[in-house]
């Protein structure tokens, strides 16, 4: 259910990138936090060896959109911390992540995937699921929750706010079933893709598990 491709709001953000306004991407900062809620979930969720960790768990979204936005891989891990912190009554369970990874170009991406948000207001939060990309000729963010896309680039004496386009909900699902039936969207999600972007969330996980 890798969902993030499917908002109006990373479809435009994705647009601008793809046009080539703000130039090569050479930086991404992402911020993937959630809230934790305890007693909401399910109880397995907090069991010893059945959540798969933090970033195999929240990260793999933004393993997927970035070379979805930017055309460029993701090529290897640099360096990935997990901590138990807001979960002290499951000390093994590793709550916060952080992440750097090196771009196929050259680039780098910097996340933090934390289930730290606010427990009552966590996905509503304006910085839910927030990304920012800077090219060599400007940068561009948005989030799930936010009103558009804020756009500068080097001509700009201020930044421009674009409207989302228009979102595609389950589109990870129309994008499955066309694979099934023999005719993926060219642009769409895929077992490769979906593959690679485990393996990479997994990679995080062992760099983690290591430091």
Not at 17 to 46: A, C, D, E, N
Not at 95 to 103: H, T
Request: charged share 20%.
């Amino acid at each position: 259910m890798l969902d993030l491709r499917d908002s109006g709001n990373f479809i435009a953000l994705r647009e601008v990138v793809r046009s080539g306004r703000i130039g090569k991407i050479q930086t991404v900062s992402v911020s993937g936090q959630h809230p934790l809620m305890p007693g909401k979930r399910q109880g397995w969720y907090f069991e010893e060896g059945q959540h798969g960790g933090t970033l195999n768990d929240i990260a793999i979204h933004a393993l997927d959109i970035i070379p979805w936005i930017t055309d460029t891989d993701i090529a290897s891990v640099v360096a990935a911390r997990t901590w138990n912190a807001k979960a002290a009554f499951a000390p093994h369970f590793k709550d916060c992540g952080q992440f750097l990874m090196q771009m196929a170009n050259g680039g780098g991406v910097i996340g933090d995937v934390s289930y730290l948000a606010p427990e009552a207001c966590g996905f509503g939060l304006p910085h839910y699921w927030r990304m920012t990309l800077h090219g060599l000729r400007g940068m561009v963010e948005t989030s799930w929750n936010a009103s558009g896309v804020v756009v500068a680039d080097d001509s700009m004496a201020a930044s421009e706010l674009l409207p989302a386009s228009p979102p595609r909900p389950g589109g990870y699902l129309d994008d499955f079933l066309a694979e099934v039936e023999g005719h993926p969207r060219r642009d769409g999600l895929s077992t490769k893709g979906v593959l690679r972007a485990t393996r990479l969330a997994l990679e995080l996980e062992q760099c983690a598990s290591q430091s």
